[in-house]
C-alpha cells in the first residue's frame, strides 16, 4: 500500500540552527502539507502546497518557515532558525484530489527536539 | 471558521465494553468530518470520514460514527473495545472553501483487560 514517507522520525537540534524536515508523499498525488502538534496539543495546521506553490498557509507559518518540492518526489520543511518553541511532532500529508472530502495520508512524523 | 472539540483527552474502558469518543463541530456551511487514529510510534490514519451522504459512518476496525446535525456532533463508536484499539484518536473538519484540516485535541483510548 502506498504511504507517506518521512525523514529522519527524530531530529534534535540546537538553538538558531536550521533544520530540514524531509518527506517523500504518495508518489501520485499532487497537493501536500504540514501540520505540527506540540506536545500535548493539537495537531495544527502549517501549510498547503500545489503545483510548486503555497496554496496556504497558517500564522504559525512565519518567516522563519519555508517549504520547497526539490524534485519530483520530495518535499520539504525547512525551518531557518530554530527557535525552542519549535518543538513538535511534524506531519507530512498528501491528497491525490484537493475536494475536501477527499483523505489525506500521513507520514509517521519527525519528532523535533530543540535544545 | 470551523472548528472540533473533543470531550475528554484520556478515556479508559475494559475491553469488550462500548467506546464513545466525542466530537463536537463549529462550522458555518456544512463541515465534511473525519475521524483519524495514531497508534504508537505511528502516522495518523483515517478510520472514516462524513461528506453528506450517509449519515452513519462506517469505519475500518469495526468503528462507525453517526452525524447529528442537531446536536453539531460527530461521535464515533465501537460496540466492543479490543486491547488493539488503545490509541491516540482525532476528530478533524475542513469544508469546502478550506485546504487544511483542522484537528481536535485528541482523546487517548486506553483498554483494559
Known amino acids: 500500500e502506498p504511504e507517506v514517507t518521512q525523514t529522519p522520525s527524530h531530529q534534535v537540534t540546537q538553538m538558531g540552527q536550521e533544520v530540514i524536515l524531509r518527506c517523500v508523499p504518495i508518489?501520485?498525488?499532487?497537493?501536500f502539507y504540514w501540520y505540527r502538534q506540540i506536545l500535548g496539543q493539537k495537531v495544527e495546521f502549517l501549510v498547503s502546497?500545489?503545483?510548486?506553490?503555497?496554496?496556504?498557509k497558517s500564522e504559525i507559518f512565519d518567516d522563519q518557515f519555508s517549504v520547497e518540492r526539490p524534485d519530483g518526489s520530495n518535499f520539504t520543511l525547512k525551518i531557518r532558525s530554530t527557535k525552542l518553541e519549535d518543538s513538535a511532532m511534524y506531519f507530512c500529508?498528501?491528497?491525490?484530489?484537493?475536494?475536501?472530502?477527499?483523505?489525506?495520508?500521513f507520514g509517521q512524523g519527525t519528532r523535533l527536539t530543540v535544545v | 471558521a470551523q472548528s472540533v472539540t473533543q470531550l475528554g483527552s484520556h478515556v479508559s474502558v475494559s475491553e469488550g465494553a462500548l467506546v464513545l469518543l466525542r466530537c463536537n463541530y463549529s462550522?458555518?456551511?456544512?463541515?465534511?468530518l473525519f475521524w483519524y487514529v495514531q497508534y504508537p510510534n505511528q502516522g495518523l490514519q483515517l478510520l472514516l470520514k462524513?461528506?453528506?451522504?450517509?449519515?452513519l459512518v462506517k469505519g475500518i476496525n469495526g468503528f462507525e460514527a453517526e452525524f447529528k446535525k442537531s446536536e453539531t456532533s460527530f461521535h464515533l463508536t465501537k460496540p466492543s473495545a479490543h486491547m488493539s484499539d488503545a490509541a491516540e484518536y482525532f476528530c478533524?473538519?475542513?469544508?469546502?472553501?478550506?485546504?487544511?484540516?483542522?484537528f481536535g485535541k485528541g482523546t487517548s483510548l486506553l483498554v483494559t483487560p
Open positions: 500529508a498528501s491528497r491525490g484530489e484537493v475536494l475536501a472530502n477527499t483523505e489525506a495520508f
Open positions: 508518489s501520485n498525488h499532487l497537493y
Open positions: 502546497f500545489y503545483n510548486n506553490e503555497i496554496s496556504e
Open positions: 462550522s458555518s456551511v456544512p463541515p465534511y
Open positions: 462524513y461528506t453528506s451522504a450517509a449519515t
Open positions: 478533524a473538519v475542513i469544508t469546502p472553501s478550506k485546504d487544511a484540516l483542522n
